[in-house]
Structures are given as structure tokens and as C-alpha cells.
């Protein structure tokens, strides 16, 4: 963010380093008007040369720059050099309340000399002092130190131009393309054409080409690139392809969790779409639990955020009809559907969650492209730091046993679906329900904060249900208190919430609706299990 810094003056070399990086430049339009600008590990200064006290300077934190380049000019006769750096911190919206990430450039003429490749030769070096201290400042959040990597490399972005309101290659042209240039990362922007275009797709890929694989649209699409990815057969390591989210559906359930990791205020629409791409941009990757889930007829799908039965469900199927209208569909659908409330019968057991996942306080987190050859010094601080990183994220690697193909995971926590549960298991004595909901991010919509506490690979599968008896008003007040994470609070007697790691679902009721990730699936019995940390997600 843009503060103003009381007036100091610090051990400095002009055009050189004390502690720093320190120099004196002048307007991009104006020569007269000169600048001093130093750059320290964590932020940028910049302070306007005058006669005139009360000077005040402008900090940019690193954190919020996402690139820097340098130039020349496009006039030949111009000796001079220029780098531009390019920031997005938090701002006041200009229309509403609150802050968002709004892009500033800050643009300098280097001039020292009549030698015009000198002056490149300065510029260039400003932005590549720029970009270094703002990788490692991002390395170095929350107090985690990771491998310090160039950008992301080459990243393959799957587009669906149908999702949401059908605006994606706009909002993608509009939003994130100038920043992507900004930053310097390569992209391939892929236009899925059919249904499952995209698990295809990532099934058959040479995934050795692509660093991250990127999904711009809703949930679904994702969806189907994490069960192309597992259906491969060397889907051990397919799964640690990292990947990332640009929201342009109707839920954008995973973007609105990612934003909320990155523990940045609340953002909807365009700006959590720029949010998400701020977030690939400074490609920090950290683990992404993964659902096991099995249908009666013996099929096994991959799911990365909830498993749905009831209200829930009905109201993400029943409101595709209002597609065209984008997020405002749920609202829609949930008033349809509370004007008719159904209640279904069912059976429903879980395995509780009885120790705490062992995790450290911080989230442990590399960068994108932490096991790739990336161009780096040999034996320079980055070099080691990244040769020690990669060592250990490559020991707890899954990998792979000789002779070639594998099975996917092994289900070990999940007896057979014809089966009884083991002992350990909880039975759930009520058989009527409203909505059973299995959740493992912090958002099951933009505007929907389920679980407060969740995080991408806390290992747990966090179960609501709630039961038959409950009143329409009393429902409809838990889902406007779900807004703010405030649905636990508000003491409903027909609400239950359980941290589980494995459930088992039985619906009695001969129809309805069962889906995963937002997608519908085959109705009938269901089961789940958690991988925790299975995949690999771009997140804050």
C-alpha cells in the first residue's frame, strides 16, 4: 500500500549501493522535474527533488509489485534509458467503501551519461534490483523462506468464454493480460470448445511444456482438470503440476478461498478476479487436499471442494437457468427453492477427526516453478537457498515404484459401499434432512464464507448438515449470516458441524440431487475420503 514516510535521510551512495540502492532520475515528461528514488529490501521511496520544505515521500511496498522493466525510447535521439515498475497495493475504492488492489506504474528517465547503452545498462539494472527484492519479499511472507525462483515459466491457461455470464476472454483482455505482461510470464491461452474439452485435454498433455496449468472460469473447470490430471498414468506426478484460479463462473468458490488465504480484505467481481491474478503473478505454491469420492456404480472422482445433498445442491442445479444474470443466480435460486423447502430422507456417517493434523503455524509454501532448471547463478545465495529447497520439497514427493503405472490413491480410511461402516465410525440418528453439505475450502461462494477457519490442506473435510424442522426464515438467516462466517453463531438447533476425514451418504429419498464441485453426479449412495495435501495450488 502507498504510505507517506516521515523525512529521513539514510547512509546513501548515488547510483550505488550503501545498505541500498539509491538514485536520482528525472520525469518521464517532463526533464526539469527530477526524483530520488532508493530502493531497500521491502520497499521503494520516492521523493520529489525541491526548494520547497515539508517534503513528503511516497513507499511502495515490494510485496505489491508484480514486475519491472527497462527500456529505451521510441525517440532515436533520446540518449536516455527508462524502467517502469508496476504495482497493485491496496487502495481506497473510488466508489464504495473499503480497499482493493488497484494497479500504479512508476516510470523513470535515467540519464547519467551521453552514452545511451550506459544509461540502458543503469536502467536495466534498477529493474532487475527491483524484481529481485520483490520475489524475495514474497518468499519471505508470514516468515516462510522459500526457494527463490524466477516468474512463473510457461503457464497454460484453459479458458471456458462460456462461464458466468459468458465475458471470460473480455474480463481476461480487459484484466489480466497487461498485468501477465507486466510481470513477464509466458502464458498459452486455451479455448475449451465442448464438456470435458479440458479433462481430455490435461489427460493426454505433455505436461514437461507447462509449469502451472490455469483455469479461468468457474469451479467445473476445474473440476475436470483435476480428474484428467488423475486419470493418467503417471498421475503421481501429473497431481503436482501447480494450479491456479482466474474467477470469471457464477461461485468462483476456490478463487474467493484463495483471496481469503492470502488474508486480503474481501473482494467480488473484477476485483477478485485482479486478486487472483496479483496471486499468479507472484507464484508462491503451496499443497491443496483432495477428495476421493465413490459413486454406486463403482466410478471414483477427485474433488477439490465440497460434495453437496439437499438445498445446497438443488439450488447450484435448479439456478443454471439464471446463468445469464452471473452470481446473483444463487440468490435467485435459494428464494425459489425456500418458497418450496423439500426434506429428504437418508442416512448419513462419518469418521470425526480426532487429533489436530500435525501442521506447522504457517503455511508451508514454495514457488511455482521451484523444481524447474530455471536460469540462476551458479553458487550465488539464490542458487544454494533454491538447491536446499528443492532437495526437501523432492523428498516428500510422492513417488512413483518401478514398473511404470500405478493405481490412484489408496482409499484406506473406506470400507465398500455395500459394506457396514466400521465402529469408529459416527451414525447420524436423524434420517430427515434439509441440506448435508461436505466443504474443504473456506468458501463455497464468492459471497458465501462456510468455514472461517479452513485453509487449502488443513486435512480436514468440514461436514454441515441440518436437519428437518427448520423454518424457512430460520434457514434463510443462516445462509445471510454464512456472508460474514457468522452461521455458527447463530445457535440454529437444526445445524450440526462436524470436522471429519472420511463420511458415508445414503439417500432413501428416490430423487435428488448429489453433486461435487457444483457438478452433478449419480444420485445414490456416496462415500468420501480426504488425501490431504495430495495437489499443489497457487495461492497467497
Given amino acids: 500500500m502507498e504510505t507517506d514516510a516521515p523525512e529521513a535521510e539514510p547512509p546513501r551512495q548515488r547510483n550505488g549501493f550503501v545498505g541500498m540502492l539509491y538514485g536520482e532520475f528525472t520525469d518521464t515528461l517532463d526533464d526539469k522535474v527530477r526524483y ?27 510485496t505489491d509489485c508484480v514486475g519491472c522493466r527497462a527500456y529505451r525510447g521510441t525517440d532515436s535521439a533520446d540518449v536516455g534509458a527508462y524502467f517502469t515498475a508496476y504495482f ?13 488492489r488497484q494497479r500504479v506504474e512508476q516510470c523513470f528517465r535515467v540519464a547519467l551519461v551521453q552514452d545511451p547503452r550506459t544509461n540502458l545498462r543503469e536502467a536495466e539494472r534498477w529493474a532487475c534490483a527491483i524484481r529481485d527484492a520483490s520475489v524475495q519479499q514474497a518468499l519471505r511472507k508470514d516468515g516462510v523462506t522459500n526457494s527463490e525462483v524466477r516468474r512463473p515459466c510457461r503457464v497454460m491457461i484453459l479458458v471456458n468464454p462460456l462461464s458466468g455470464r459468458g465475458q471470460a476472454l473480455q474480463l481476461f483482455t480487459g484484466h489480466l493480460q497487461g498485468m501477465l505482461t507486466e510481470a513477464a510470464v509466458p502464458y498459452t491461452l486455451v479455448i475449451t470448445e465442448h464438456q470435458n474439452h479440458a479433462r481430455e485435454l490435461v489427460k493426454k498433455a505433455d505436461l514437461s511444456q507447462w509449469d502451472a496449468l490455469v483455469i479461468m472460469s468457474g469451479d467445473g473447470l476445474l473440476f475436470e482438470v483435476i480428474n484428467g490430471l488423475m486419470e493418467r498414468d503417471d498421475w503421481q506426478e501429473a497431481i503436482q503440476t501447480p494450479l491456479g484460479i482466474l474467477p470469471c463462473g457464477s461461485g468462483n468458490a476456490l478463487a474467493a478461498s484463495v483471496h481469503h488465504y492470502s488474508q486480503s480484505p474481501p473482494a467480488w467481481n473484477e476485483e477478485l478476479l485482479l486478486s487472483c491474478g496479483f496471486i499468479l503473478c507472484k507464484g508462491l505454491v503451496g499443497s491443496l487436499d483432495l477428495v476421493s469420492i465413490h459413486l454406486a456404480s463403482k466410478q471414483r472422482v477427485f474433488s477439490f471442494l465440497s460434495l453437496a445433498w439437499g438445498f445446497v445442491a438443488d439450488v447450484d442445479i435448479e439456478s443454471e437457468k439464471y446463468r445469464h444474470v452471473g452470481a446473483i443466480r444463487f440468490l435467485m435460486g435459494t428464494l425459489v427453492r425456500l418458497a418450496s423447502l423439500r426434506v429428504y430422507q437418508g442416512r448419513l456417517a462419518y469418521l470425526p477427526v480426532k487429533e489436530k493434523p500435525n ?5 508451508q509454501r514454495t514457488s511455482l516453478c521451484s523444481s524447474l532448471p530455471c536460469q540462476l547463478i551458479p553458487n550465488s545465495p539464490a542458487h544454494k537457498l533454491r538447491h536446499h529447497c528443492n532437495s526437501s520439497i523432492n523428498a516428500k514427493r510422492l513417488k512413483p515404484p518401478k514398473g511404470g503405472k500405478t493405481r490412484a490413491p489408496l482409499d484406506s480410511l473406506l470400507p465398500g459401499l455395500e459394506q457396514p461402516v466400521p465402529e469408529s465410525w459416527t ?7 434439509v441440506l448435508v453439505l461436505a466443504i474443504y475450502q473456506s468458501h463455497l461462494a464468492e459471497d458465501l464464507w462456510a468455514v472461517p477457519g479452513a485453509t487449502a490442506d ?3 473435510i468440514h461436514l454441515f ?17 454464512m456472508e460474514k462466517g457468522a452461521h455458527l453463531a447463530c445457535g440454529c438447533p437444526h445445524l450440526v458441524y462436524e470436522k471429519v476425514q472420511a463420511l458415508r451418504l445414503e439417500p432413501i429419498s428416490r430423487e435428488g440431487v448429489i453433486t461435487v464441485d457444483g457438478e452433478t453426479v449419480e444420485y445414490g449412495p456416496v462415500q468420501a475420503q480426504i488425501h490431504p495435501g495430495l495437489a499443489r495450488l497457487i495461492h497467497g
Fill in 427 to 433: 451414525v447420524v440418528k436423524e434420517e430427515d434432512f
Fill in 88 to 100: 497493485y497495493p491496496f487502495k481506497r475504492r473510488w466508489m464504495s467503501a473499503g480497499v482493493a
Fill in 359 to 363: 501442521l506447522s503455524s504457517t503455511p
Fill in 465 to 481: 448438515y441440518v436437519t428437518a424442522g427448520i423454518s424457512r426464515p430460520a434457514l434463510l438467516r443462516l445462509f445471510l449470516a
Fill in 458 to 460: 488443513d486435512g480436514i
Fill in 36 to 62: 530520488s528514488v532508493t530502493l531497500t529490501e521491502s520497499a521503494l521511496t520516492i521523493q520529489k527533488i525541491s526548494s520547497s520544505p515539508g517534503r513528503t515521500k511516497v513507499v511502495f511496498n515490494l
